[in-house]
């Protein structure tokens, strides 16, 4: 999709170019506006609603061109949305090509660290520790860090958000990575009904505050933009953990019934677990000083 709104717009350009050759000093003036803000969402906007009014007026063949293409003149938002199934898994192979390409797309990742859709099956976004489909005993081996990879290409937006933990800070990546031009993905904790969350559904919010307030999750920026100006492009939100690790998997019965069915094992793999996490968010601190 994203490839056809890219080639149709690139030819709308042509277009409006040609036409400003044709027309008088106010036409070009508006086409050279339009064209200045041609990647900037916001800013486009009101530049493609003055250049759609300027073309209605021309009695040229090629308004009538691009008028039959003017739903194209603004710049639009493009999203792709997934779980983690496809983005660490199944669809890792093209997710990495579309950040890999440097094109201006957003992707946002639910990540429920599990196959949800589809039986609850554990995928590579599965902690350790957590009893899914194929992973009765636990999953013993770690969560693959998709952001980290992500961030090695230097040019892609990064983040990771929990929405219930720091709203600011969720509204905040969104509106940066909208805002790039090229690829960004934010990665977003997402509870899920196989989690089984002893409070249920509904408290979902406070499952991603206390998740942060743990170091089950860490929330962090990278914006290459920063780096170009001298600065620190990675940011960490987080702060270190305020909760016991093991309080919180301890209210998720993908974690809890561990200690029911394999006790011995339940011990050791939540000792790994929460070494894991420590491990993690001692990384990201040191990230954040590679910049500095």
Aim: net charge neutral; proline share 3%.
């Amino acid at each position: 999709m994203y490839t056809a709104y890219n080639q149709i717009r690139s030819k709308l350009c042509d277009l409006v170019m040609q036409l400003s050759e044709k027309e008088g000093a106010e036409f070009k003036d508006i086409a050279q506006k339009w064209y200045d803000t041609y990647f900037d969402t916001k800013a486009n906007e009101k530049a493609s609603e003055d250049m759609l009014a300027a073309v209605s007026k021309s009695k040229s063949p090629l308004a009538k061109e691009i008028m039959k293409q003017k739903q194209f003149l603004s710049k639009k938002s493009i999203w792709i949305f997934g779980g983690d199934g496809w983005a660490y898994d199944i669809g890792f192979g093209g997710l990495d090509h579309v950040i890999a390409s440097g094109e201006d797309v957003n992707i946002l990742v639910f990540d429920t660290e599990v196959y949800s859709n589809t039986g609850g099956q554990s995928s590579k976004s599965t902690p350790i520790g957590a009893v899914a489909q194929f992973a009765a005993a636990g999953k013993a081996t770690k969560k693959k860090d998709l952001a980290q990879i992500a961030m090695s290409y230097g040019y892609v937006y990064v983040a990771q958000v929990a929405m219930g933990s720091d709203y600011s800070q969720c509204v905040k990546a969104f509106a940066e990575a909208e805002s790039y031009h090229g690829p960004s993905i934010i990665i977003a904790y997402a509870p899920c009904i196989n989690h089984g969350i002893k409070g249920g559904m509904n408290d979902t919010q406070k499952v991603m505050k206390q998740a942060v307030a743990a170091g089950y999750w860490q929330t962090f920026r990278f914006d290459p933009r920063l780096k170009d100006q001298g600065k620190n492009p990675f940011t960490l939100d987080s702060k270190a953990p305020t909760m016991e690790y093991n309080d919180f998997i301890m209210n998720e019965v993908r974690y809890s019934s561990l200690t029911l069915s394999f006790p011995d094992r339940a011990k050791e793999l939540f000792e790994k677990a929460k070494q894991a996490a420590k491990d993690k968010y001692d990384y990201l601190q040191k990230y954040a000083k590679l910049y500095e």
